[in-house]
């Protein structure tokens, strides 16, 4: 195996700064993509304001999360896509089983927040659905986990009110298949799917609880993803 040299030592240093159970609930509590101050996160994890301000050093330290100083608050958030990535693989490795039965509570896995992507039941479903409608294909590279867009793929976001020049030039992979910890199947992650989540957040086809990565389906909602997309969820 090509090992980087002391690999084996970043990796057991950011999944120890990981594995303490308050730190691993502030930072599951900010998959939803939304920052919170020091004393947000210390209710959170069940812990004083002090001790809070120690295990965020510490996670401010492995790079696993980032601070936003505005005034007299800091605002803390998740270190970015590759966080969210391996926060939510740990939760499909911590929940394996032989056979998959899912325990995901009813409003997490109905329609949800992925850093800053839609999952759950919708997400997946509507993954399937662009894939049924030729909307989605394989890159050029032919890798199973990135996808490009077909000329009707492209035609139906745009439609949408997506900018597609603009997605695409941002700095980070422009199409994916992220793997659905509730379901165990692909929903649509990367710019695209981050563009997708805030067009529907914004016409009120689905609304984000408080406090919470849960997303609700807006009446509106049910009968746009029927209409567009002839889905029915």
Not at 45 to 63: E, N
Not at 102 to 109: A, D, K, N, V
Not at 170 to 196: I, K, M, N, P, Q
Not at 215 to 226: A, Q
């Amino acid at each position: 195996m090509n090992v980087k040299p002391h690999a084996d030592t970043a990796a057991s240093r950011i999944a120890a700064a990981i594995g303490e159970p308050a730190r691993a609930r502030m930072l599951y509590c900010l998959m939803d993509g939304h920052a919170r101050t020091s004393t947000e996160l210390a209710v959170v994890a069940d812990v004083s304001p002090s001790t809070a301000s120690v295990h965020l050093h510490r996670l401010k330290t492995a790079r696993l999360v980032k601070v936003l100083v505005q005034g007299k608050h800091r605002y803390y958030s998740l270190g970015g896509l590759d966080v969210a990535s391996v926060l939510e693989g740990l939760s499909i490795l911590g929940g394996a089983r032989t056979k998959f039965v899912p325990s995901t509570p009813s409003r997490l896995r109905a329609a949800r927040t992925c850093y800053d992507h839609l999952a759950g039941t919708v997400g997946v479903a509507l993954h399937d659905r662009f894939a049924a409608l030729h909307w989605l294909s394989a890159n050029s590279q032919g890798t199973e986990s990135s996808y490009e867009l077909t000329q009707a793929g492209m035609k139906a976001f745009e439609a949408l009110g997506i900018d597609l020049a603009a997605t695409r030039a941002l700095r980070r992979r422009f199409a994916c298949a992220c793997l659905d910890w509730s379901e165990r199947r692909f929903h649509v992650g990367g710019a695209l799917g981050a563009a997708f989540l805030k067009i529907v957040l914004k016409r009120k086809w689905l609304v984000e609880e408080l406090d919470s990565r849960a997303l609700s389906l807006t009446t509106l909602g049910r009968r746009e993803l029927l209409a567009r997309f002839g889905l029915q969820v």
